[in-house]
């Protein structure tokens, strides 16, 4: 039982001694206590105030005084209005780190087949373009919330849906058959999403070039646009495929396996992964019969011209297209045949979509629509909307090939971990081998770092370099101090010391600190999971590794010539590196043991 629970039970105690009132243990509000006041953790005392028929102040020392007589853990107390701030005794602290240690996987629950499944989806990547910086928030932001969940005890399936029809890949197919001469990916020396994205700018200049020509004929520039004669052959070129028509098929699965072959590089490198993958020409068909089914009930409504609405005025919404009068469909209709499917596969207690905040009016649409289709998780699914990422020299366009490709992006980082830690003698005395390999862990780790320590409901600003800083609230900062570990530990084995029981040191106030922090990480993973967001657990690695080195540069471990004292140091040091490694393994980062 942990010294909190310890002391909910004691306040629990109290009250019902002292006031009569019953208070269940897990209801007892405890909080850390202010910097500015002696204590390690603070019972608010203001639920029964009314009770005792005394100021808060008053029952907070009453409290306080039994707590200290009946609780061993509780060194002494002091009230300040109607918070009660309590110490808890030095010699607790060195059986709060044993018990740390000795319980495996600390912090992390385990699911068992009757817990809740959640259903995560992320990525959502079109097969026209390979993924951008963009497409990297998203993924890592999906990944760390899949590794949140389960370590909170659910469940979880990690999806995809690629987006592998339309307009736009109709526009890179037909750029490739008038000007790819015949290339391939392996006559290119490209990957596949590379060369498909060149394509696809390719078609765009051209586009422009035709309209411009045409607007210089006497044209409106929306008459030219209808009338340009690329556009008009890639609309052909998608009534084509709506037809199933063989040559286009057999074009387009050439094309986008080139594609996914590049995707699934990238997501390699990039660390993450999927249960499973939808594909939207698989899903839109779903969805229109599912919409006819919803016409039939009369959910939904046609108009003259054929098209199928959703009348969402009584919902405080609008009406909804959701087949156009032709019958092809919308991106809302492909998403709800995509639900179908996801509720045919898997039984789903929550679903979570991981998509950019500029979609929010859309998923509340589809949420209604999809409860009034039937789906039980429907009214109660998760948009969790997050802010786009911008660059120091202002947002990406696809269609102009401005955009910060995922590869490049990651290259770069690699590039500048190796610059940055040989510049700060990181690298000294390792093979060329070791120093790659550190390079791109250090590298990769910034990134994901800097990305996910935000507050993913926020727009942000990334900043390559600024990523890279092996001082501050970086990733690097954190894989450092994992390492120094590690090499403490290393030295330590190679002494030929062996740990004797340190029961009965009493920790020292930074060591208390420190402690403590530790110990807070149960509550961290589910706090995290709880709202979800990512940047709880990454900026509590921060505050773990900060206070570690506080620790390391005023404390001797291998100096210490008191054995019990220098035992529970190398305890404390082995259980920060063993909680570094679980708070970013949830971020999906790698902490190396040499740097």
Not at 194 to 222: P, S
Not at 247 to 262: H, I, Q, S, T
Not at 381 to 402: A, D, I, N, Q, W
Not at 566 to 573: D, F, K, T, Y
Request: aromatic letters at 8%; one cysteine or more; proline letters at 3%.
């Amino acid at each position: 039982m942990s010294v909190e629970e310890k002391i909910q039970q004691g306040v629990s105690a109290a009250v019902k001694e002292l006031y009569g009132v019953e208070t269940p243990a897990d209801k007892v509000q405890l909080q850390a206590t202010r910097k500015d006041f002696e204590g390690n953790v603070t019972v608010v005392v203001f639920p029964w105030v009314k009770a005792a028929r005394k100021a808060p102040v008053a029952v907070a020392q009453e409290i306080g005084a039994w707590l200290t007589e009946h609780v061993d853990e509780v060194a002494r107390t002091n009230a300040v209005q109607g918070f009660l701030n309590i110490v808890i005794d030095q010699a607790h602290w060195a059986e709060v780190l044993k018990e740390m240690s000795a319980t495996e996987n600390f912090g992390i629950r385990t699911a068992t087949d009757s817990s809740p499944l959640v259903m995560i989806e992320y990525s959502s990547p079109n097969t026209n373009k390979p993924l951008h910086l963009g497409h990297v928030r998203n993924n890592l932001l999906g990944y760390s919330l899949a590794q949140i969940l389960k370590a909170n005890g659910n469940r979880v399936v990690k999806t995809n849906i690629v987006n592998d029809r339309g307009i736009h890949i109709c526009k890179s197919m037909l750029a490739w058959q008038k000007w790819g001469n015949g290339i391939t990916p392996e006559k290119a020396g490209k990957k596949g999403d590379h060369l498909i994205g060149d394509f696809y700018v390719l078609f765009d200049r051209h586009y422009k070039e035709q309209v411009k020509e045409l607007c210089a004929k006497g044209l409106t520039e929306d008459e030219a646009k209808a009338q340009s004669p690329l556009m008009l052959e890639a609309r052909e070129m998608l009534r084509r495929w709506e037809a199933k028509d063989p040559e286009v098929r057999a074009l387009w699965k050439m094309m986008n396996e080139w594609v996914y072959a590049g995707f699934d590089e990238t997501y390699r490198r990039l660390g993450v992964d999927f249960d499973k993958i939808y594909y939207e020409s698989e899903t839109y068909l779903e969805g229109k019969e599912k919409v006819m089914e919803g016409l039939e009930k009369g959910i939904m409504y046609r108009k003259d011209d054929g098209s199928v609405w959703a009348d969402l005025t009584a919902d405080g919404l609008d009406h909804k297209l959701l087949l156009r009068s032709d019958g092809t469909s919308v991106y809302m209709t492909q998403d709800i045949g995509t639900a179908k499917l996801r509720f045919r596969d898997y039984p789903i207690d929550r679903m979570i979509y991981v998509v950019g905040n500029e979609q929010n009016y859309h998923f509340q649409v589809l949420s209604l629509l999809l409860d009034k289709l039937g789906f039980a998780w429907g009214k109660d699914l998760v948009h969790f909307s997050y802010g786009m990422v911008e660059l120091p020299e202002g947002k990406m366009k696809s269609r102009e090939g401005t955009v910060v490709d995922a590869d490049d992006l990651m290259d770069q980082m690699v590039t500048s971990a190796a610059e940055v830690a040989a510049e700060a003698g990181k690298l000294d005395g390792l093979s060329s081998e070791e120093r790659a390999a550190i390079a791109e862990v250090v590298g990769l780790g910034a990134l994901k770092y800097f990305l996910l320590k935000v507050n993913p409901r926020n727009n942000m600003l990334f900043n390559p370099r600024e990523s890279i800083d092996f001082n501050g609230n970086t990733g690097p900062f954190i894989q450092y101090t994992h390492a120094r570990i590690c090499s403490a530990l290393r030295k330590n084995k190679e002494s030929g010391f062996v740990p004797v029981d340190y029961a009965g040191v009493e920790p020292d106030e930074r060591e208390v600190a420190l402690i403590q922090l530790l110990a807070d990480f149960p509550d961290i993973v589910a706090k995290a999971g709880n709202t979800l967001s990512p940047a709880v657990i990454a900026n509590y690695a921060y505050e773990v590794a900060k206070a570690y080195n506080g620790f390391y540069h005023d404390h001797p471990i291998l100096r210490e010539e008191n054995a019990a004292v220098r035992s529970m140091r190398l305890a404390l040091s082995a259980q920060t590196a063993r909680i570094l490694r679980s708070a970013t393994a949830l971020l999906g980062i790698t902490v190396p043991e040499r740097m």
